[in-house]
């Protein structure tokens, strides 16, 4: 079931198409990422799906029929990039509060903020002021303040912003956990190699259009250019065959890229006859951040083309 849909979505601003014509759909459960470079139109989508903005053409599903926002908003959790706390209020306060502005009673408040309060080892930060924090200090904390009403659909924008790799394993985890209790996640970063280890599911927006969507794994196997690593003992400087193409050469192992309609039973025997001692063999897919890098320049290039 898909937990939320976005269909032939629309925004304007002045001459700006900040979204233009953007579909898409999201599981219930899953890590969903939310790609693109700066100005990409990311934001803007996230506003639309809080119901911050409205789109001017298009619409929404959520939870299987028309996303109404007023009454929707209680089942999303949003954690923008930009600090959503106030500085000179008591952190437990502030707490609480948020959490009754999502339909919380207080003692379910309390009870939930202890909880996560304990879990991200903040229990001595009930008394402190948010102006008291350091950067990583107040990523945490309005994490919680984002997941502690148990949102069905919880959208994080640069969660790992200022964090140390300590407490960013620690979020980590936690996302994994809502996650496996039902709740899906949407995750916007600019950190390729994040939404590698996290997420299953991504869209690349670039200029306020979709540029690719899917499974993660799907994808990387969609844009593999058949290049394999060799590891072996000993290898020669020199490899002379039509089969491959060498990319690069180091003195225990070797990346090369096969030629079409060549087998990797054929390569493998290549090298049996060469007497080289194989170590390990595998296929190289491209990261995501390679795939991404590859299709914005693409992009680029067919909008010069085009204004030329």
Same mark, same amino acid.
């Given at each position: ?93 502030? $707490? ?98 994040? $939404? ?6 991504? $869209? ?11 499974? $993660? ?92």
């Amino acid at each position: 079931m898909n937990i939320i849909e976005l269909h032939s979505l629309k925004k304007h601003f002045t001459s700006q198409k900040a979204v233009d014509d953007i579909s898409f759909h999201i599981r219930q459960g899953s890590i969903f990422g939310l790609l693109g470079p700066n100005g990409a139109g990311k934001t803007t989508l996230l506003r639309m799906i809080t119901g911050i903005f409205f789109p001017d053409s298009g619409h929404i599903q959520f939870n299987g029929r028309a996303f109404h926002p007023q009454d929707d908003i209680i089942n999303i959790g949003y954690m923008p990039e930009e600090r959503g706390l106030y500085k000179k209020m008591k952190i437990g306060e502030q $707490v609480i509060y948020l959490a009754r502005l999502k339909g919380m009673n207080k003692a379910d408040a309390i009870e939930a903020a202890k909880k996560w309060f304990v879990k991200l080892e903040m229990e001595s930060w009930w008394n402190k002021k948010v102006e008291d924090l350091s950067k990583g200090m107040s990523q945490k904390l309005q994490f919680v303040t984002t997941v502690m009403h148990n949102p069905k659909l919880i959208i994080l924008d640069e969660p790992f912003s200022g964090l140390d790799p300590v407490n960013a394993n620690m979020i980590k985890e936690e996302i994994f956990n809502l996650s496996k209790s039902g709740a899906t996640i949407i995750f916007s970063t600019h950190r390729m190699e994040q $939404v590698e280890e996290i997420c299953n599911q991504i $869209v690349l927006v670039n200029k306020g259009k979709k540029v690719l969507d899917g499974e $993660v794994n799907q994808i990387k196997q969609d844009f593999k250019e058949n290049i394999y690593k060799l590891g072996a003992v000993t290898l020669a400087e020199q490899l002379m065959t039509p089969l491959f193409e060498v990319v690069k050469h180091q003195p225990d192992n070797l990346l090369l890229k096969l030629q079409p309609n060549v087998t990797t039973n054929e390569l493998l025997q290549y090298f049996i006859q060469q007497k080289v001692s194989i170590q390990s063999f595998n296929e190289v897919l491209p990261s995501l951040n390679d795939i991404f890098i590859k299709l914005v320049e693409e992009d680029h290039s067919a909008t010069r083309k085009f204004q030329a």
